[in-house]
């Protein structure tokens, strides 16, 4: 370490780095650990009543951004010690590599792009129902409920984009779509006529 000035200086600057990097992923690790605690479920709470739709939603990709995190902490170091282009390159290729079960084509690149969907439709529509009750249908001189039922109505239209946006990044075309579809839907049919109906039900109280 002392004697070659090449390898000591990257030994040193090697671990600066890695220190440097360490540190950073730690208070972003801390961070998120603290944001999951301030949207965790209190189960005390939860007694009174349910938390905010919001609420659980964020926790979850709170969670789920903690082990990436630390997935792009090793990859970081990994490259701060000599890993060269050849190693993302090989990483970028498993990432995108295809796998088939059946007809049905997926990838984990194709399962991050179905997760950025869902998140993104998720800010999308808290946006849109604040903006579409609070600035758009407030000066329609419409009374509350209607305004409700049009804002529900266009956020489970905004949701459906959304879910078939995502389950077109995993894969799933419209013949497999048709596929898993009609299999849910002879699933729901004779499991959970129940749910299906109050769920049609509820929708039409909206229209109506």
Same mark, same amino acid.
């Given at each position: 370490i002392a004697g070659y000035g090449g390898i000591s200086f990257f030994w040193y600057a090697s671990w600066g780095q890695t220190l440097v990097i360490g540190f950073g992923a730690g208070l972003i690790y801390s961070a998120l650990q603290e944001l999951s605690g301030i949207y965790q479920a209190d189960p005390e709470k939860l007694k009174d009543g349910p938390q905010s739709s919001g609420a659980p939603i964020t926790w979850l990709f709170l969670k789920l951004a903690q082990p990436l995190s630390l997935i792009t902490f090793f990859i970081a170091v990994i490259l701060t010690w000599g890993g060269t282009k050849t190693f @993302?390159?090989?990483?970028?290729?498993? &990432?995108?590599?295809? !796998? %088939? #079960?059946?007809?049905?084509? $997926?990838? *984990?690149?194709? $399962?991050? !792009?179905? @997760?950025?969907?869902?998140? *993104?439709? %998720? *800010? *999308?529509? +808290?946006?849109?129902? %604040?903006? $579409? +009750? +609070?600035?758009? @249908?407030?000066?329609?001189?419409? &009374?509350?409920?209607? +305004?409700?039922? =049009?804002?529900?109505?266009?956020? !489970?239209?905004?949701?459906? =984009?959304?879910?078939? #946006?995502?389950?077109s990044f995993l894969g799933l075309n419209t013949t497999s779509l048709a596929v898993v579809f009609g299999a849910l839907g002879i699933r729901v049919g004779l499991g959970f006529q129940n749910t299906v109906t109050n769920s049609i039900s509820g929708i039409i109280l909206l229209l109506e």
């Open positions: @993302l390159i090989a990483l970028i290729e498993s &990432v995108r590599r295809t !796998y %088939h #079960i059946g007809s049905i084509e $997926f990838s *984990i690149l194709g $399962f991050i !792009y179905a @997760l950025l969907a869902i998140l *993104i439709t %998720h *800010i *999308i529509a +808290q946006s849109w129902r %604040h903006f $579409f +009750q +609070q600035k758009f @249908l407030a000066r329609s001189g419409m &009374v509350l409920g209607l +305004q409700e039922s =049009l804002t529900t109505i266009s956020v !489970y239209v905004l949701w459906v =984009l959304g879910v078939l #946006i995502a389950l």
